[in-house]
């Protein structure tokens, strides 16, 4: 089943270039009702909605559980979304936002819900090799799933940023290798020296500062291996 976008709110204002976006995407696109500003229940499905601007935003109805994001004409300020970000809001969506990057924004959103509510994750202290350009990286991962891993380093890569990884898994001989892509970034902020965003969704997992990764071409038998090694220790 192909996942759907449902779009709702002010869908008067969501451009025929972002819903072409859509599509080229490799999503469909799904009515949640114009004037509605409730995120969607809906199973495999994102919520966009559309709002006029800030004073829209007290609007919302966040599901508390699903991720959605928003569309604005203009951009919004991160102070003015911050609310919404504790209750799931993954991201705004302007007419701006190119295609490549609207394409990572909805997979992110997909892969966060996926991860955390469907593939089960199990804390580790597991060696990790990362490859990015010439830089070799001798680290560690602290959260472990099927889909990839949270690794732990000072100097985390942008987001998107593509990189290769080797690790084996607890007393296990065999190698995993996979090309991995920065899904987010927890960064520490020096002069105060505290996690930043300790309250945004994907950051509010982890204590530490570091990089979550999601595997980019791991064949599936090596991702059911995985799987049966963080569901035994789960």
Do not use: W
Not at 73 to 94: C, F, N, P, S, Y
Not at 157 to 182: H, I, M, Q, W
Not at 213 to 227: G, H, K, M, T, Y
Request: proline share 6%; aromatic share 8%.
């Amino acid at each position: 089943m192909s996942f759907v976008v449902i779009l709702s709110g002010r869908t008067g204002l969501i451009t025929d270039s972002f819903r072409e976006n859509v599509l080229e995407c490799g999503f469909e696109l799904g009515d949640g009702g114009d004037g509605s500003f409730r995120v969607s229940t809906d199973e495999g499905g994102l919520s966009v909605i559309a709002v006029n601007g800030p004073d829209d935003l007290h609007r919302i109805e966040p599901d508390g559980t699903r991720p959605f994001m928003l569309f604005s004409l203009e951009t919004l300020q991160i102070d003015a979304t911050e609310g919404l970000r504790e209750k799931g809001l993954h991201g705004v969506i302007t007419p701006k936002t190119a295609p490549e990057d609207l394409a990572f924004l909805l997979n992110r959103a997909i892969f966060y819900d996926k991860m955390v509510k469907r593939n089960p994750r199990a804390p580790v202290n597991l060696p990790v090799v990362i490859t990015f350009g010439s830089r070799v990286v001798n680290t560690f991962a602290s959260l472990l799933s099927r889909d990839g891993m949270f690794i732990v380093t000072m100097s985390p890569f942008e987001v998107n940023a593509l990189c290769s990884l080797r690790f084996s898994l607890p007393g296990g001989e065999k190698e995993f290798s996979t090309g991995a892509r920065v899904l987010y970034r927890v960064v520490i902020n020096k002069e105060l020296n505290i996690i930043s965003n300790p309250r945004d969704p994907f950051k509010r997992m982890v204590s530490h500062p570091g990089m979550a990764v999601f595997f980019a071409d791991l064949p599936e038998e090596d991702r059911e291996e995985i799987n049966r090694y963080v569901e035994s220790i789960h």
